[in-house]
Structure formats: C-alpha cells, structure tokens
DNA sequence: CGGTAGAATATTTTT
DNA sequence: TATTCTACCG
C-alpha cells in the first residue's frame, strides 16, 4: 500500500465477522467468496492461506493467482505476518501471466519453443502486425493495427486460434461484410510470426497454457497434483482462457476458491467477462458461497450513494452493501466552467484541507483518462504541492529503455525479429530500409529468423553493394560479441552492451534535455541491473528479462508524501481518506463509446462505483462545462451517473457566473467557421440522451401535440421514446431529434 | 542513407 | 495538444 497516513490503521481491525471466518476456515470443495469494497477481502484471503498452512498444507500446494504484482507482493507480505517463517515464499503466488510463463518456460519443448523464449509487449505486437498490414500491402486505415491488435487479443481470449477463426464461417462472414476479410491472414501470419521468433505475447501466456494441459494429460495431472488448493483473486476480471486454466488445474481436488465483487468488473476491454463469475455457481457442484457485506472502509454517506449509483446495472449478484461507520459527510458535487478551472478549484480544495493538517497522501485525485491529468498537474505544481502521477509510460516501456533491453532480448533469442529489428540501425549505422527490406524478404522466402539470415552465407544471396555489406557484418560481429557474453553476470552484460553499443555516447553527442534525462534512465537501468546481479539465484540475464516482461512495477523508496493522481482502474484495490473523481462529463466518463452500449455503460458505472468505494471520509466528484479536447474548447454535459446518484446523499455548489463564459465562447468572432462546426457536432453527439425524461410524463410535441411517454429505450445508443399522442396515437421519436417540451 | 520539417492522427482502461 | 508518420532534400 503506498500511503503513509496512520499506518496503525492499516493493519485494521483483528476481530472477524462470522461471515469472513466462514470463508476463512471453510477450505475443502469450491467456493466463491462475494466480497464488496472495504470488506476486508485481502484480509480474507490470506487469512486463509495462513489457515492451510497451518493445518499442515504444504505452501508448494497452494496456488493463488492475482491480476497485479503489486496484489502479490501486498499478500506475500501479510501472509508473512501472520505466519512469519519461508514457507509463504514456497506459495506459487503471482499474477496469471508470471505463474504460467514459468510453467511455459519449463514445458517450451513440448509446445515446439524453446526455453529462451521471449515476450512480446503490446508494442512489440503492434509493431509487429503493422509491418504485416503493410507487406501484404492493406490499407492502413481499414487494417489500423491497434484494432487488429485488440482484435486478435479478443480472440485469443476467447480461445478462438485462427484455424478455429478460418473454419467459423460468421466470423469470416462478418469480416466480408465489413470489408475486413484478410483480418484472418493478418492472424494468422501474426501467429506464425510469434511462433517462429521463439516468442510470445501476453495473450499466448495463457492460451499456450490451456493448449499445454489440453493436449498432455500427464502434464496436466502433474500441476493438478501439485495445486491441490487454488485461489483466484479478483476472479470477476478473469477472461475466458483464465477461467478455463483455473478449471483445468482445479478439476481433480475442486479445492477452488474464487473471490471477488461482480460490481467491481472493470476490464472488459481485455476480455474479462463477468459471466465466470455469475456461473461459477452452476459450472460446479456444491459451491459454498461467502458474502462479506460489510463494508469497513467508508462512511455510511460513502457506501450509500455507491449504492444508489450501482442499482441502476442490471447484471449483478444480489447483496447488500451496508457500513456502521459514522454517517460522515455528504458526496461533494462541483460544477465548474472549464476544466482548468475544475483543476485550479480542486487543487485549491486539497490545499484548503492539508492546511487543516491532513497530509498530502490521504488525497488521491482520479480520473478516466491518463489525459487528464495535465491540468491537474499544472495547478499543483503552481501552489508547490507535492504529487505523484501514476501509470502512464512505465520505466520499461521508454524509448532508451526499451533500445536496449531489445539488444539484452536478442542476446538471449536471437529468433526474436522485433528486438533485432529495433536495433538492427539503432544507434544508426548506415543499414536503411532499402537494406533492411531486402533482409526482411530473405527471411520470409527461407522461412528464417533474420538473424539467421544476416549472420550466415545467406548475406550474399542479398545483391548489397559492399558497403553495406560491411555495415551489415560489422553489426553482426557486435551481436556476436554480445552472445559471447550471454553467460556472465548480468551487470558486466550490460556495461559491456552499452560501451559496444555507444547506446550513451550517442546521446551525450547531443545532450539535449531530454537526452540527459535518457541517460539518466539508462543508468537506472544499469543500478537496477546491478542489484539484480547480487541476487544469490534465478539472477542470470534470462531470469532478468523475463521478469521486467511482466513485472514492470519498479522499487523506489522515494518520499511517499504526496497527493496521488491516477486513473479510476488504478486505483482498484487502494483506499484514500478524500477522494476527488474529477471530468464526470457525458463522452468522457461514461466514454464516448461505452455510450453506445447497454452492457458498457454498465461497466462504466460500475468505474464510478469503484471510484467512489475508495474513499474512507470524503468524496468530491466534480464535471466542467467546457472542457479543452484534441485541441479545442467544447461544450460538455454532465455525467447521467451524478443524477443516479441518490440525492440524499449528495450536496452540490452551485456554480457561480456560469453564463459569463458561455457568451464569451459564441461571442468570440473567430469561433464561427471550423470551430463552430465542431462545437455543432459534439453538442449534437452528447444530446443524444436527455435524463429528465420518465415514462408518464406528459409532453407537448411540435406536430403531433400531446402526448404522454409510454417507454424510454436507449438500448441502441439512441434514446428513443415512445409516445401516446392524444390526436395521432402512439408515436416512437428519437429524443436527439424531435422537438418537445415537458408540460407535467 | 539520414535528418528534419511539416503533416497527419489520435485520444480508455493494462498484464 | 502531443505524438507519430511521411516526404523530401542534402
């Protein structure tokens, strides 16, 4: 947990309610343990698994899966507490992606890879598939390999494999409707790809799992007999293959426990489907369930209007959130002119607040998109306050650092063409696309790795002029010299890397800014290397790569004062005394396209719900009427979630010289041609919903006269209501179009 | 082949 | 606005 406020608190409270014992001792058969926000689900579980090891359950029996490292390492810990000998490191403890890479590592073979397999990141993959979009010589536009990306992923998730894809004659049906038929050769080249690079993407962490046990039974039966109990955190995020594995390995002692909340599934974009949850019940028999009700965390006023906010999804497990905490104060609601000064205001009320000598890490600030934290930024460095942005571009993912972890990535596969590729003329060394391209061709005709190609006999078939040809070799030597190095300790791998490479010198040749910051980076990289290499085991170069493949959460031992700012899916899990949730605007939060759909909108408010649950004293939600996006000001309409929201438990300020602004906006004389019509469309695009609308309410139409609402339906994106008119009879209207008001 | 300027493009969330 | 891509010139 990254907050130093009262870390007495923390610990919290040793006594257990009957229902968390229950789910605490009850270990034998499958179980599902329901537990809503703040209570005490992390304490729940590994209570438990201190439980199984004390009543002699060896730890190395024990798997439990989490979505986060961070989730791991928080629970190893307080598994330590509780039992405080090795055994919790013999727990196979992870997250899906890191557990099955293991297992993967030690079964490649048997899978045609072999161990020294690589891991694409998404960049790596979209990288990949852009390339692949253009040799097959697509247009970019309709083949955008972002949605290929997402797509490919969504089916990989799915456990559908492209020869399923190629067979399923309505998903090529489809991709024929929508012009998108080489979509399965895209695929399919993707994979083969992949597979013939020795590397694999994070989708294929797990589909290669299911297809490991799938296709070898002993080695199924094998984990099966080690993971005699399993436990599934967050199992509510939990996508199809996942579900599968976790069937897969659990099916012989069915000691599965599975925990999570339902009103909490906020990854669907990834696959995750909510349904694993909601059919856990009927998939097995026998299923004991645990409800934790109770939440610890919030204020009465806090878990109310959560509740209140949550009633209007559909799809979800009946129970009842209650708190026995004070009451506590109202949700806070702010409306502001623009979004610099919803930032301003906000910075302005936590400034207010740590005067009254609350600290800085009892604040956290989310918000939907990564984007929005500029201004926040901006208003917080303008009155000094100390902050801290989360998430964004991880360490691993930078430009410098990813340049030479791909030389560090080709040193231990050389199969792996994205790595080479990257720095095949990084820093430049005279090999262009045309020389590239003839190399890329030679590979794919001999059907081998390209360094296969540049570092055999197969150069010559090539047709360089000599020069390049030497510029080619000499690269191949410094890789060579590179390989020769594969076994020795990490930190003289990577000083021998950057010395050969001139990584450095090249940056320092022009020491921008920027490029001291990127040799500041790269020195990080160094440091972190260096304390790898003093691990006593697994601290070989491979064990290093693999492990920031998947764990790109980096140690630092910084000062943790500071106010906190992230998006909404960070912050699952965390908890903050105030929590300010700022941009509640319709086509931001609910975004633009979660708008269209019934089931995402659900998921949306489900965000909002796990944005609110977070605070343990306060909450502030605010929304800006003009808000500046890709490059201009527009006019935004409020969230429909704030009026879900039971009013009850809501205090709102009104706002102050609203119109000001407004007329400054339409007066402005330069406003009228390019920017008018963009303000136009968005504001017909967010009037598509109006919430002031209920079935009974009596209308007076333009046309057709009055009229009273039968049905409100958004299920298409369109609000549509239906209308019985007294002189022309029923009536369905689109309400972005037609011309009404409301008389009762 | 390399560098750069100006154009095009994208804005959801992440292991 | 911020980042990435493309086209062109040296």
């Known amino acids: 947990m990254n907050h130093n406020w009262n870390p007495l608190n923390n610990s919290k409270k040793i006594t257990l309610n009957p229902q968390q014992l229950d789910a605490i001792q009850n270990t034998i058969g499958p179980s599902m343990i329901i537990a809503g926000p703040g209570s005490g689900k992390t304490k729940v579980i590994t209570e438990r698994i201190a439980h199984l090891i004390k009543s002699g359950i060896n730890a190395e029996n024990i798997l439990a899966l989490t979505f986060t490292n961070k989730a791991a390492k928080e629970m190893r810990n307080r598994i330590n507490q509780i039992i405080n000998n090795n055994d919790v490191f013999s727990i196979w403890m992870g997250t899906f992606h890191s557990i099955f890479a293991k297992i993967l590592r030690k079964e490649a073979s048997t899978l045609g890879y072999s161990e020294n397999f690589t891991i694409y990141d998404n960049d790596d993959s979209v990288k990949l598939i852009r390339r692949i979009v253009k040799d097959?010589?697509?247009?970019?536009?309709?083949?955008?390999?972002?949605?290929i990306f997402a797509k490919i992923s969504f089916m990989k998730n799915n456990l559908i494999n492209y020869r399923e894809y190629k067979n399923n004659a309505e998903l090529i049906k489809e991709d024929n409707l929508r012009k998108r038929s080489h979509f399965i050769n895209i695929y399919q080249k993707y994979c083969e790809t992949c597979k013939q690079s020795n590397c694999l993407d994070f989708d294929d962490l797990l589909i290669k799992t299911h297809e490991l046990f799938r296709k070898n039974s002993h080695?199924?039966?094998y984990y099966q007999n080690i993971f005699q109990y399993v436990l599934i955190d967050e199992y509510q995020d939990t996508n199809k293959v996942q579900d599968a594995i976790v069937k897969q390995v659990s099916k012989k002692h069915q000691n599965v426990c599975v925990v999570g909340d339902?009103?909490?599934?906020?990854?669907?974009?990834?696959?995750a489907n909510i349904n694993n949850m909601l059919n856990f019940k009927s998939f097995y028999q026998n299923v004991t369930e645990f409800k934790l009700e109770q939440n610890y965390r919030s204020t009465q006023n806090i878990v109310n209007a959560a509740n209140s906010l949550i009633a209007n999804n559909q799809k979800k497990i009946q129970k009842t959130i209650f708190s026995k905490n004070e009451e506590g104060e109202k949700i806070q609601l702010h409306t502001y002119n623009t979004d610099r000064e919803e930032g301003d205001r906000i910075i302005s009320i936590i400034q207010n607040s740590l005067n009254q000598n609350t600290l800085k890490s009892e604040h956290a600030i989310l918000y939907r998109t990564n984007s929005q934290s500029k201004v926040l930024e901006d208003a917080?460095?303008?009155?000094g306050i100390k902050y801290k942005i989360f998430g964004g571009l991880s360490f691993y993912q930078r430009k410098e650092i990813k340049d030479t972890m791909a030389f560090l990535k080709l040193i231990i596969n050389n199969y792996d063409n994205e790595a080479l590729l990257r720095i095949i003329n990084y820093p430049t060394r005279g090999i262009g696309h045309t020389t590239i391209n003839?190399?890329?061709?030679?590979?794919?005709?001999?059907?081998?790795?390209?360094?296969?190609?540049?570092?055999?006999?197969l150069i010559d078939e090539l047709k360089l002029t000599s020069g390049t040809k030497t510029k080619v070799l000499s690269f191949v030597k410094l890789i060579n010299t590179l390989f020769s190095y594969k076994q020795e300790n990490v930190f003289k791998i990577i000083e021998k890397t950057i010395d050969i490479t001139g990584l450095v010198r090249r940056l320092e040749d022009d020491p921008t800014p920027e490029n001291i910051n990127r040799i500041e980076n790269i020195g990080e990289l160094v440091n972190t290397m260096k304390l790898f290499s003093l691990r006593p085991k697994n601290n070989q170069l491979i064990h290093f790569i693999n492990e920031i493949s998947l764990d790109e959460t980096k140690e630092d031992n910084e000062e943790t004062e500071y106010v906190s700012l992230m998006t909404i899916h960070q912050s699952k899990g965390l908890e903050y005394p105030y929590i300010y949730v700022v941009?509640?605007?319709n086509n931001l939060f609910p975004s633009q396209k979660s708008m269209q759909q019934r089931f995402s909108l659900e998921e949306e408010r489900r965000l909002l719900y796990v944005a609110i649950t977070r605070a343990i004293k306060k909450v502030t939600l605010s929304h800006a009427l003009n808000r500046f996006r890709f490059g201009s000001m527009g006019i935004t309409e409020k969230s429909i979630f704030i009026d879900e929201i039971n009013p009850l438990f809501i205090e709102s300020k009104k706002l102050q010289n609203r119109q000001t602004y407004q007329n400054k906006q339409f007066k402005a004389p330069r406003l009228h041609n390019k920017i008018l019509r963009k303000i136009n469309k968005t504001s017909q695009n967010t009037q598509q919903y109006r919430n002031d609308l209920q079935v009974g309410q009596k209308i007076i139409h333009n046309v057709f006269g009055k009229g009273e609402i039968k049905n409100i339906d958004i299920s298409d994106g369109n609000q549509k209501i239906q209308v019985y008119f007294e002189q022309h009879g029923d009536k369905l209207l689109l309400t972005k179009f037609a011309k009404f008001k409301i008389i009762m």
């Open 219 to 221: 080695i199924l039966e």
């Open 262 to 271: 339902d009103s909490q599934s906020i990854y669907s974009f990834r696959g």
């Open 583 to 585: 941009g509640l605007e």
């Open 380 to 383: 917080l460095r303008k009155r």
């Open 136 to 147: 097959f010589n697509l247009d970019k536009d309709i083949y955008n390999s972002k949605y």
């Open 438 to 457: 003839k190399i890329r061709q030679k590979s794919e005709e001999k059907n081998m790795s390209i360094w296969s190609v540049i570092s055999s006999n």
